[in-house]
Each structure stands twice: as C-alpha cells, then as structure tokens.
Nanobody, 124 residues
Framework: EVHFVESGGGSVHAGGSLRLSCAAS????????IAWWRQVPGKEREPVSCIRSGEGRTWYVPSVKGRFTISSDNAKNAVYLQMNSLIPEDTALYYCARSAAAGFPGHLSLWDYWGQGTQVTVSS
C-alpha cells in the first residue's frame, strides 16, 4: 500500500524558512518522479518542484528558483523541500505526490498518489 506523509509546515513571517518532509512507504521512490505541489483556495493546484532522484534531476517553477531546494534521502525513502526567503505568495497547502511518467509531468492526471498536505502560511 502506497502512503505519503507530509510534515514541516507552519506559520512564518516573510523572509523566514521552513523545511517540508515527505515520508513515502509502499514503493521505492527512486523509480518515480516525486513532486511538491501547492494549492490555495479558488486556484488550480500548481507544481512547485520535482525530483527524479534515480536520474539526479530536479525541476522548479520559476517563482521559487533560488529560494527552494528539493532533495531526497534514499535510506529514509523521503523527499524534502527547503524553503528560504518565503513570501506571502508562498502561502498554500503543500502536497507531495508520485508519477511513473517520464520527465516532469505537468498534468494532475499523471500523478497517482498524494499525501494529505501540510499547510504553509507566510505573513507580511
């Protein structure tokens, strides 16, 4: 059975940092793309960052480049998102998910398992 458990969200002031964790079970994440997505009420879910750890490749949405860093820990079957220089526009519910598709899939339909999400709130 596949599970994702996200943690590390919280409330910070603009300029602060948070580190999100995604603990995976039931599969080897090296065989999949693992991504962080985020969603705010009334808006479409947005891909933020993706990692293909088995290939050593990462991707970031332009709005977070230079501020966020995605990484993985094979021994723990976990993926992390280090978020620095946070701004209010980063406020969202953050999810981790997996995809068996090639590259960095942008369609929600290509992501088959999702965690419950962890809330990030950035105040000005």
């Amino acid at each position: 059975e596949v599970h994702f458990v996200e943690s590390g969200g919280g409330s910070v002031h603009a300029g602060g940092s948070l580190r999100l964790s995604c603990a995976a079970s039931g599969f080897n994440f090296d065989d999949y793309a693992i991504a962080w997505w985020r969603q705010v009420p009334g808006k479409e879910r947005e891909p933020v960052s993706c990692i293909r750890s088995g290939e050593g490749r990462t991707w970031y949405v332009p709005s977070v480049k230079g501020r966020f860093t995605i990484s993985s820990d094979n021994a723990k079957n976990a993926v992390y998102l280090q978020m620095n220089s946070l701004i209010p526009e980063d406020t969202a519910l953050y999810y981790c998910a997996r995809s068996a598709a090639a590259g960095f899939p942008g369609h929600l339909s290509l992501w088959d398992y999702w965690g419950q999400g962890t809330q990030v709130t950035v105040s000005s």
